[in-house]
């Protein structure tokens, strides 16, 4: 399987030909639009587009802007290819604020949208995909998909923040040869849930480093670590990646962080 970070946590896995993409992102500047001016300047993640109209599936761990990109996933799926996604959350009003962006652009593009719960598979072209379960920091609904093709099994995990399922997950589908990892240990500061939480609402370098031990991966990869930081609202923590890869190492975890765009041949 042919792996390829398209930056923040935009992940293109390639078998056979066929291809499917991981919360892929088009136009950053997109995410914090609906913040007007208190978002002016805030840095951008560098990102690259994906193959064109090859996409048998298009995953989507959650549906915040960043990661739930309509152009994006237009840009990659073949005619009819689906976009999978986790459950609704069943709320209205201010429970369903961060989603609606999304939400209303996926809308109006018109995909064949499928909610797949946790520990459900699917199966597109050569891939199985599989939804296993992952937190939000803000209580949004959230999976993390694992992909497997040819006797290969890679994980990403949207930007989970850390939980207890590392354990089950392992035992269920491990053992995982790449584990994409959200590092960026972002507190936040959203209007609509407050009081605001002091905690990560994503992975920490550290935090991720336990979550790849315990997940046994072989190899572990920074995502979602580059990028953004509005005061008061988002606030990632500086050199997410690298600490990330010193963290990893210490627990015996190899590590590697990608350039983006860059390609790796993963193999069982």
Known sequence: MNLTWLGWAGVE????????????????????????????????????????????????????????DARALATALAPTAPVLEPPAGGGEGLEELALAQAEYELTAAGFDRTR?????????????????PAADGVGDPQVAWLVEAGGVRVLHLGDTMFHGYWWRMALRHGPFDVVLVPVNGAVLGFPHRTPASPLPAALDPEQGAV????????????????????????????????????????????????????SIEVSG
């Open 116 to 132: 797949v719960t946790p520990w459900e598979s699917v199966a597109a072209g050569p891939f199985t995909l599989t939804a296993l």
């Open 13 to 68: 896995l390639e078998s056979g030909g066929a291809t499917v993409v991981v919360d892929p992102l088009d136009d950053p500047a997109a995410v914090f639009a609906p913040l007007g001016d208190h978002a002016a300047g805030t840095p951008l993640p560098e990102v690259v587009a994906p193959r064109a109209g090859t996409a048998v599936a298009g995953l989507v761990t959650h549906l915040h802007r960043d990661h739930a």
């Open 211 to 262: 979550a790849a031990e315990i997940l046994g991966a072989r190899l572990a990869i920074p995502i979602h670590a580059e990028g953004y930081e509005i005061d008061g609202v988002y606030q990632p923590v500086p050199d997410a990646a690298e600490r990330f890869a010193a963290a990893a190492a210490e627990r015996g975890v190899r590590a590697r962080v990608l350039d983006v765009g860059e």
